[in-house]
Structures are given as C-alpha cells and as structure tokens.
C-alpha cells in the first residue's frame, strides 16, 4: 500500500538503500560495476513542452539531484504523442544510467491503457525511484444540493444522464477520474471536454456545468474565494494542506482513488548499482526542505520510495487503466 511510503521510518531507510536490497527483493538487474558512476552528465527526458508542472519539477528534481551527484542533469524536452515520443525514447536508449525519463501517471500507464504505444510500460522500463503524487478535487457548483458525496449521489442518480460533468481534457486524467466515479457509483454524467483547466472551471464557477475533478491547488483556491464547492479528494488519504476535507472513498465509495503520480525510470536492465545509487540520490533530494516546499506549492506530496515501490505503482494504474477502458469502452480519439 502507498499509505506505507509516508511512514517516517521506512523513508530514512530508503535513502540508505544498496544493490543488496534489490537482489533480495528478486529485481533482476544487470550487476556490471559502475563503482564511479555517475561519471558524465544525466539526460532527464520531459515528455511535455517547457514551462508546464511536470517540466517545473522535472528541474527542481534536476537540479538538487546534480548537487547531490556531483553531475549535472540536462533537462531534455521531447513533446509529441501524449508522451510517447519521449517515452518511447528513452526506452529505447542505453541502459547504462545516463539516460531517464521524467514519468507520470498520464505518458506512463493511462496513455498505454488507452491507446496503441511502440512501448511496453512495464518491462520496457527499470523503475528508479518516485517523486511525488498529487490528488484531484471534486469540485461541484455552489447550487448542486447537498453538502459531500452522498448528497452528490442521491442528485446524480434523480437525474441520470443530465448532470454536466467538466473535465480539462478528454482522456485526462481529470476525464478518467469522472468515468471511474460514474462506473464506481453507477451514475451517468454527460462529460464536457475543456481544453485545460482554467476554461472548466470558468464554466463550473458560472454553471454551464455541475461537476468537476479539478487539480487539487486549483480546486482548493476556487472553493476557498466561495466560487465553487470542495466536497472531497481522490486521494486514498486526506491531504495534509485540508484535512477538514475527507476523501471520495471515506464518503461511501470504497477503494476510489485517483491519483498523478510522477517518478522517473530508465530503460530495461539498468545496472543495480547505478539503480541503487540514482533512488538514494532522489529520496535525499526529496527530504530537502526546500524541494518539498516548491514541490507542495504545486500541490505534489513528495515520496521517497524504493524502485521496488515504483514499479507496483506502474503495474497498479496501468491495470486499474486497462480495466476502466474495457469496462467503460472508452477509446482515445
């Protein structure tokens, strides 16, 4: 379970994680010596244009990451098909340690699940370590009736199929979380597809639609300015910055969780030795007060975890995914 990444104990263990470790845990990496690795610069591949959040962590990471290893980490931007170009890129490329990419929740697992990848994202990949993972909020028009989830139910199920439900995209992850939900609760909502956040919320805010999973800072700032209501996170825990504010699953729907996840991984059969140093190397830039504060300004709970922790995460959501399209018979377009 995630819920035991956070525990404090298991977090200091983590940074002091070796090769042995690995071995126990029954990883099969290759065990070439790289006694002085890392010895040139890194490639940390974004498979999103500059200036977006993923990009913005990506740095941050970068960045304390260098200071840590003694190497500088070039940020390299590859854009293109929804994260498969980079992706794709970077699976393909030497496993030597050198060259990772920056993942998320969305290029990793959803886009696989949903569409036709040149990758497979589980045993084309050595997973290296988590960053950080960052609920939704669902957020409902002030004049929805009602105060949390339930009342949210009993409304959506007197008025199957006329309740507008925004989403910043379709095949977001914001659009996923809203077909989970309605498969979950056995609701029908109508989806509008916005492109990007801020164009749903307007038409939330004004009524031209009910329901909304919003990113969590996104959605915290428009219920606090009383434009819109909070009524609960997807996360499998309260978020620390609201914790009045429980989950969807507290609120009468079991197992319910959504969450954007980012962590970096390399290609197939990196070196354990490049794997352990590369995972102790993120936890301790993820235990620095100053990352952890630019990270939770973005609304990302950071996460020191062991690649062994990563990788189920990976085969987790790339499941939960897989079924959602089968069973909503949703398609990418």
Not at 35 to 40: A, E, L, W
Not at 138 to 159: E, F, H, I
Request: proline letters at 7%; hydrophobic letters at 45%.
């Amino acid at each position: 379970m995630l819920m035991k990444i956070y525990c404090a104990s298991f977090v200091n263990k983590l940074t002091q994680i070796g090769v042995g470790l690995f071995l126990i845990l029954g990883i099969n990496y290759p065990l070439s010596a790289q006694s002085n690795f890392p010895s040139k610069p890194l490639r940390l591949v974004v498979p999103f244009p500059p200036g977006g959040s993923a990009d913005i962590l990506a740095r941050v990471i970068g960045q304390k990451l260098g200071d840590i290893l003694e190497q500088t980490v070039l940020v390299d931007n590859k854009a293109g098909a929804s994260g498969a170009i980079a992706t794709d890129f970077v699976a393909k490329s030497n496993a030597d340690g050198y060259t990772l990419i920056f993942a998320t929740a969305s290029t990793q697992v959803i886009n696989p699940a949903f569409s036709k990848v040149p990758f497979d994202p589980v045993q084309d990949f050595t997973p290296v370590g988590m960053i950080g993972l960052s609920p939704l909020g669902l957020v409902v028009n002030p004049d929805v009736p009602g105060s949390g989830v339930q009342d949210l139910l009993t409304w959506l199920r007197a008025n199957p199929g006329k309740v507008n439900m925004a989403s910043f995209g379709n095949m977001t992850v914001s659009h996923l979380a809203g077909e989970l939900f309605m498969l979950n609760t056995n609701t029908r909502m109508l989806h509008v597809p916005y492109k990007g956040a801020p164009a749903a919320m307007t038409d939330l805010v004004a009524g031209r639609v009910s329901v909304y999973f919003d990113a969590l800072t996104n959605a915290i700032q428009t219920s606090k300015a009383g434009r819109a209501r909070l009524i609960a996170v997807t996360g499998a825990q309260r978020n620390i910055s609201i914790l009045n504010v429980p989950t969807v699953a507290e609120q009468g729907v079991p197992g319910f969780e959504v969450t954007t996840w980012y962590g970096i991984l390399g290609p197939a059969r990196m070196p354990a030795d490049a794997v352990a140093k590369l995972n102790a190397a993120i936890n301790k830039s993820l235990i620095d007060n100053e990352v952890r504060e630019k990270l939770a300004i973005m609304g990302v709970d950071s996460m020191p975890a062991s690649p062994d922790a990563l990788g189920s995460v990976v085969r987790r959501d790339l499941t939960k995914w897989t079924k959602l399209a089968q069973e909503a018979k949703i398609k990418a377009e």
